[in-house]
């Protein structure tokens, strides 16, 4: 069955980097692109942006560009998203998601969440 | 970009029938077929309930149906069950560098 497995809960500092991995299965891994949702506690989703596996290609919310960058890893079938500059606004759960087919953005695939927590 | 705009609160007794709007503009829900609604109960990862506007994914009940109105979308949900009890999100894909937009979300309570 289709999974995305996400690493695991990260505490950091503020002006620190993360990165969170999302590992897929049982699909073609470069059949979809792989967005990233996150959720502050308490709050509502908010999408960062999308990486297509097979290319490469992102789109970035512009809220995030130039301190996000999602990559793919074909070989292992696992996506990244790392955010950098980090600041306590940015604690959340954050999601790996893949559409219901190739580009549509009805996200039917969701990982378990990774909670970022950034506290000095 | 704004997000979508949905009401923060709705509610309704079982077996009767509510409707959850969600308002955008000429850049997205108004000039795309493009959108989706997500169930989310506590601690849980969204469950897409409705993508392409009207389109159901398997296994989603027949109670769940989405339409468009111009600028507006709405999800209705009929013969509320305790279990629908949930947060309610939309999204649209968006002509920008943003590609896609959430609603502020909805929390719906069965009475």
């Known amino acids: 069955q289709v999974q995305l497995v996400q690493s695991g809960a990260e505490v950091k500092r503020p002006g620190a980097s993360v990165k969170v991995s999302c590992k897929a299965s049982?699909?073609?891994?470069?059949?979809?692109?792989i967005h990233w949702v996150r959720q502050a506690p308490g709050q509502g989703l908010e999408w960062m942006g999308r990486i297509n596996p097979n290319s490469g290609g992102t789109n970035y919310a512009q809220k995030f560009q130039g301190r996000v960058t999602m990559t793919g890893d074909t070989s292992i079938n696992t996506a990244y998203v790392e955010l950098s500059t980090l600041r306590s606004d940015d604690t959340a759960i954050y999601y790996c998601?893949?559409?219901?087919?190739?580009?549509?953005?009805?996200?039917?695939?969701w990982g378990q969440g990774t909670l970022v927590t950034v506290s000095s | 970009q704004s997000a979508l705009t949905q009401p923060a609160s709705v509610s309704g007794s079982p077996r009767q029938s509510i409707t959850i709007s969600c308002t955008g503009t000429?850049?997205?829900?108004?000039?795309?077929?493009?959108v989706s609604w997500y169930q989310q109960h506590p601690g849980k990862a969204p469950k897409l309930m409705i993508y392409?506007?009207?389109k159901r994914p398997s296994g989603i009940s027949n109670r769940f149906s989405g339409s468009k109105s111009g600028n507006t979308a709405s999800l209705t949900i009929s013969g509320l069950q305790a279990e629908d009890e949930a947060d309610y999100y939309c999204s649209s894909y968006i002509s920008s560098s943003t590609h896609v937009v959430f609603g502020g979300g909805t929390k719906l309570t069965v009475l």
């Open positions: 049982g699909y073609t891994f470069n059949g979809y692109y």
């Open positions: 392409d506007v009207n």
């Open positions: 998601a893949r559409g219901i087919y190739y580009d549509n953005i009805g996200l039917l695939r």
């Open positions: 000429s850049s997205d829900v108004d000039d795309y077929n493009y």
